[in-house]
């Protein structure tokens, strides 16, 4: 070994170490790697380079896979916990990293389907030798036709999962324009071509391309394209920026390879703003060189769609783009359902988007837009009307009567029928939203959601694809979601593992403790539950939704004293939030009830019956909740006959809300007719039911290599 190799070694060891002291953070990344080593990121980009052939971030990564491989070995820790101790956030991503490594998934390496294979045995990748050795190798072939054929017998023998057997990855982000205008005041403008180029390479169905908002992260970043590209999980990242003075534009957009940040393509565009097309056509003509360079193919009907004008009207178009703006601003502190949202936003883009119908009554997109405005604006607030979100309907198909290939538009009326309880009718427009932009993920969200209830493994299917898509700052939500279903379907670890993920991304250790309370409540195991809950209301007294946890968890192990204390609590805490939430209210009127305060309790039953018997009526979502809420009321009030009336209900409806069967089995409430023959036959059809999903599940998991 030369004194050049031995050093080399020596380095490329070092950096492995470093590597593996930080194997579990996976925030750890290029910077950070070369910082611990003492070298600039240039420098060692460059040294890797020459004696690996890697980038930075590839070799962190290939460090990191050699690692799950030898745990996939030597430990019978599951495949996701094995993703998180080695840095990977996603087990998705995780897959796919390790697929593209060694050619297969992980889960095989425990069947024994590979015996020779392993981190000193894998498909072919750039290895960790000098480039003197590859040059030594070329030399020593004899002509072009033996390289032709040591190629073809690789390529055969050793990438069984080539680029002929499996789609290509073309994934790509597209990251906030910068505005390099004088006044900051255009920036609405610059980020408002952007946006348009995402939704036109979006249309193509042959690109994976994350939303606006997943990137927005990245705006003032100090990360690497590397670094991005590998926290997207993307391939590709487009670049720009953009000045506007007065009527003229310059826009600068450069294609880059992800992994090395090499330059594919790009383009400078000077203009002259004299009418809407002009704008159109800049953003028409990026997305489709994009997509030339990339060989992706667009259809006719694609191409049409990116290069629509969707207003003559450049006064509209100018008051929709700030309206996207503004949206963009509310989504980008989005706190779920707490009330601290930027409400102010969305009025401003409200205002917005109907001054630009006043200068064209047949913009589509801002009719669309506006109709995504009162689905955030207006709902609890016509929950129990017969016209509820009845505006966001006739919005989108108003929409729909200008253009009847806008996807958002076929989004909002699947929105609007989830709400309206018609699931089929939600799905068909979910799908047709999908049809026309493969890259919209929020419905790919709200399809998981109406599938909690009916069908466990497309629930999940479903929310996996939006986390394969969506790096924005709902993704704590996503997980939550996902952590939820894996409660319902009696998968533990599964449940925690995605809080915890949750709680990584947002810090919020209240939230995380409470999610960690949901998947123990439904085994049963109430004390345990009552212990995460109280560690949340140590941090945040304030919250509703633990207070409802510790005033419920402590009724099912009849603590009433304390019970009672907390659904005051909560009571309180609405009233302060102006909070409209009727579905707790008879719980609240049983804990007054059995602690002797029978005249209050009969207010908060009263309001129960009328809340949930109206919401039924109604149509609304939640029907399996309500059914039980009312089945609870009248066994506790002695009403056998409606009691059951509304559990056969409740069994009807009931197909993935499982931790309902321990809530049955240890409900006060139903005290009265838990030991009877119907009732137990209820629980028994139940826990069948319950069984056969929990298996699919497992199923599911076993064949997409998760267990």
Same mark, same amino acid.
């Given at each position: ?10 380095? @490329? ?17 290029? #910077? ?9 990121? =240039? ?25 799950? %491989?030898?745990?996939?070995? $030597? ?16 087990? =998705? ?31 072919? $990748? ?8 590859? +040059? ?10 033996? *390289? ?6 690789? *390529? ?24 390099? #205008? ?36 990245? +705006? ?28 003229? !534009? ?42 030339? $360079? ?38 980008? !502190? ?80 699947? %929105? ?26 929020? #419905? ?15 629930? @999940? ?6 986390? @394969?898509?969506? +790096? ?6 996503? %997980? ?13 670890? +599964? ?114 019956l009328e809340f949930h018997n109206e919401a039924i009526e109604l149509g609304r979502i939640d029907v399996v ?76 998991? $076993? ?5």
């Amino acid at each position: 070994m030369s004194f050049t190799q031995s050093r080399q070694n020596e380095f @490329l060891d070092k950096l492995t170490r470093i590597t593996e002291a930080n194997m579990s953070n996976e925030q750890f990344g290029a #910077s950070e790697l070369a910082r611990e080593a003492g070298m600039s990121h =240039s420098n060692l980009h460059r040294r890797l380079k020459y004696a690996t052939g890697l980038s930075i971030s590839q070799f962190i990564r290939k460090v990191r896979l050699e690692k799950a %491989y030898a745990l996939l070995q $030597e430990s019978s820790l599951i495949i996701s916990a094995i993703a998180f101790e080695c840095g990977f956030r996603s087990v =998705s991503y995780f897959n796919k990293c390790f697929r593209d490594q060694y050619g297969y998934p992980p889960g095989k390496i425990r069947k024994d389907e590979y015996p020779d294979s392993g981190p000193d045995n894998q498909l072919p $990748e750039p290895s960790l030798k000098s480039p003197g050795t590859k +040059r030594t190798t070329m030399i020593t072939v004899a002509s072009a036709s033996v *390289l032709v054929i040591a190629t073809i017998i690789l *390529l055969t023998i050793l990438k069984p999962f080539s680029s002929d057997n499996k789609p290509r990855d073309l994934s790509i982000a597209v990251l906030p324009f910068r505005n390099d #205008s004088p006044d900051a005041e255009n920036a609405y403008f610059i980020n408002g071509i952007m946006e348009e180029v995402v939704l036109n390479l979006q249309a193509i169905k042959e690109l994976r391309v994350p939303g606006r908002t997943s990137v927005e992260q990245y +705006r003032t970043t100090t990360m690497s394209i590397p670094e991005i590209a590998e926290e997207l999980g993307v391939n590709y990242i487009v670049e720009g920026s953009g000045q506007k003075y007065g009527d003229k !534009v310059i826009l600068r957009v450069q294609l880059l390879e992800g992994a090395s940040d090499e330059q594919l393509w790009g383009d400078s565009y000077k203009k002259e703003i004299e009418s809407i097309e002009v704008i159109i056509g800049i953003q028409s003509q990026i997305a489709q060189s994009i997509a030339n $360079e990339l060989q992706a193919v667009i259809t006719p009907a694609e191409k049409q769609r990116i290069e629509q004008t969707p207003t003559t009207n450049l006064t509209a178009y100018d008051f929709y783009q700030r309206g996207i703006w503004e949206v963009e601003k509310y989504w980008s !502190v989005y706190q779920g359902y707490k009330r601290d949202n930027n409400r102010e936003a969305l009025l401003r883009a409200e205002d917005l988007f109907s001054k630009a119908l006043e200068y064209d009554s047949t913009f589509a997109r801002a009719y669309t837009q506006l109709a995504i405005v009162y689905t955030q604006k207006n709902y609890w607030e016509t929950y129990l009307t017969e016209n509820c979100l009845d505006s966001v309907l006739i919005l989108a198909n108003k929409a729909l009567s200008y253009d009847d290939q806008l996807a958002d538009a076929y989004f909002v009326k699947g %929105y609007y029928y989830h709400t309206q309880n018609q699931d089929e009718q939600a799905l068909t427009e979910y799908d047709r939203a999908l049809e026309l932009n493969p890259n919209d993920c929020w #419905s790919y969200f709200w399809k998981g959601a109406i599938y909690e209830n009916k069908d466990l493994v497309k629930s @999940l299917d479903n929310i996996q694809k939006v986390i @394969l898509m969506y +790096r924005g700052p709902v993704l704590p939500q996503v %997980y939550s979601e996902i952590s939820w279903v894996y409660g319902c379907a009696g998968f533990k670890e +599964r449940s925690c593992y995605y809080a915890k993920e949750a709680f990584i991304l947002d810090g919020d250790s209240a939230r995380y403790y409470s999610q960690l309370a949901f998947p123990e409540s439904t085994v049963g195991n109430f004390e345990k539950a009552i212990e995460y809950a109280e560690k949340n209301y140590a941090l945040d007294s304030t919250g509703d939704f633990v207070l409802g946890q510790l005033g419920l968890f402590h009724s099912f192990l009849d603590q009433y004293k304390e019970s009672l204390r907390y659904f005051k609590e909560y009571d309180r805490c609405l009233k302060v939030l102006d909070k409209s939430d009727p579905s707790n209210t008879f719980r609240i009127g049983h804990a007054l009830w059995v602690n002797g305060f029978k005249n209050e309790a009969a207010y908060y039953f009263n309001t129960a019956l009328e809340f949930h018997n109206e919401a039924i009526e109604l149509g609304r979502i939640d029907v399996v909740d309500n059914y039980y809420a009312l089945a609870c009321i009248h066994a506790f009030l002695g009403d056998k006959e409606k009691a059951y009336e509304n559990l056969r209900l409740f069994k009807r409806e009931m197909g993935g809300y499982f931790y309902y069967i321990e809530y049955l089995k240890k409900d006060p409430l139903l005290d009265s007719i838990r030991d009877e023959a119907e009732f137990q036959q209820i629980v028994r059809e139940l826990e069948a039911r319950y069984q056969a999903e929990h298996e699919k599940v497992r199923q599911w998991l $076993e064949e997409n290599d998760q267990l």
